[in-house]
């Protein structure tokens, strides 16, 4: 089962992905996100890993929508 993420940790990773692919990641980007996964992680119990691995799953790899077929 896909662990819930907050809109804002989701929207974070969104800007570090973008930054990603321009070629502009700054650290302080990097950092927001990173804090944010361990805040998230320590508030729901999960582990920061699994927290760190279904926010680049959902951002990186999205599932297609299952309504576009």
Sequence with gaps: ???????????????AWAEIQ????????AQA????????AAESGE??????TELK???RHPEPDSDAA
């Design 47 to 52: 582990s920061r890993l699994a927290v760190e």
């Design 1 to 15: 089962m896909a662990i819930e993420l907050p809109d804002d940790l989701i929207a974070l990773e969104r800007s």
């Design 57 to 59: 799953r959902q951002v």
């Design 22 to 29: 321009a070629g502009t990641l700054t650290v302080e980007t």
């Design 33 to 40: 996100v990173q804090e944010r996964i361990t805040a998230f």
